[in-house]
């Protein structure tokens, strides 16, 4: 069967938004007569209110369609260092809880009122095994003929197999100020576009449009062919959800 590949970007603990997003996402695969691959672009904990939620709407996701992959973010990374650290560096980690959204991560795990990190971590591994699990199986970029997909971006001036970690997952401006050709288009998220609205160039596509703030998750489906794109959109709207298609230009 063929498949469709659906990139998710940064979800920031909103399971609110990725629960109707992924339900769309099974019918406008049927309506391809295709199977799903989905790409979870990165931060799915942080800064929203359900982390736990999300985290375990992306493992329910790879396991029923095992063609799926989360990527890893850079939020999914400080998350997942916290959670098996033999030694936490407790500035570091103050830093992450309330300044960077840790703090609503470990609340929707019930993990505020523990005593200490250690024993936090102890019980998030003793009661999450496939979230953590699954972060710690994320990968760092998923490459295919014409698109490649990764967390914040690439260095331009490295080719797509000589990608340093740490830039995958946190790059900015020598990616975003990029205006040469690439070897792949690169699908990303990490940086919030402007106006919400994805951010479409020549040599990537930015589909972070600030789910937690603005209350929009976007998807971007590209056809097994690579040659056929559309968003997905999920908006908040008052009480309610709404999931409508868009076009995609390259």
Same mark, same amino acid.
């Given at each position: 069967m063929p498949h469709v590949t659906y990139a998710i970007g940064d979800v920031h603990g909103r399971a609110d938004l990725l629960e109707p997003l992924l339900a769309a996402i099974v019918a406008d695969a049927h309506a391809s007569? @295709?199977? &799903?691959?989905?790409?979870?672009? !990165?931060?799915i904990v942080d800064r929203g209110p359900r982390s736990r939620e999300a985290m375990d709407l992306v493992c329910d996701t790879l396991t029923r369609w095992p063609r799926s992959r989360l990527i890893r973010g850079n939020h999914d990374a400080y998350f997942l260092d916290f959670m098996t650290a033999d030694h936490v560096d407790e500035e570091r980690f103050g830093r992450w809880l309330m300044r960077i959204g840790g703090y609503q991560t470990m609340e929707s795990y019930?993990?505020? *009122?523990?005593? *200490?990190? %250690?024993?936090? @971590?102890?019980?998030?591994?003793?009661?999450?095994?496939?979230?953590?699990?699954?972060?710690?199986? @994320? #990968?760092?970029?998923?490459?295919?003929?014409?698109?490649?997909?990764?967390? @914040? !971006?690439?260095d331009p001036t490295r080719s797509i197999g000589a990608q340093a970690p740490k830039d995958l997952m946190m790059i900015r401006d020598r990616f975003l100020d990029y205006e040469g050709q690439l070897s792949?288009?690169? =699908?990303? !998220?990490?940086? &919030?576009?402007?106006? *919400? =609205? &994805?951010? #479409? %160039?020549?040599?990537?596509?930015?589909?972070?449009?600030?789910?937690?703030? *603005?209350?929009k998750l976007t998807c971007l489906a590209i056809s097994a062919d690579e040659r056929n794109l559309h968003f997905l959109f999920a908006t908040a709207s008052g009480e309610s959800i709404e999931v409508t298609q868009g076009e995609a230009n390259e």
């Open positions: 007569d @295709a199977e &799903p691959r989905v790409l979870f672009l !990165g931060d019930d993990l505020l *009122s523990v005593g *200490s990190v %250690r024993d936090a @971590a102890a019980i998030f591994r003793a009661n999450h095994p496939r979230h953590l699990q699954a972060l710690m199986d @994320a #990968s760092p970029i998923v490459v295919d003929n014409r698109f490649a997909y990764v967390h @914040a !971006g690439i792949h288009i690169i =699908v990303h !998220g990490h940086t &919030p576009t402007l106006d *919400s =609205v &994805p951010d #479409s %160039r020549p040599c990537r596509i930015g589909i972070d449009t600030g789910a937690y703030t *603005s209350g």
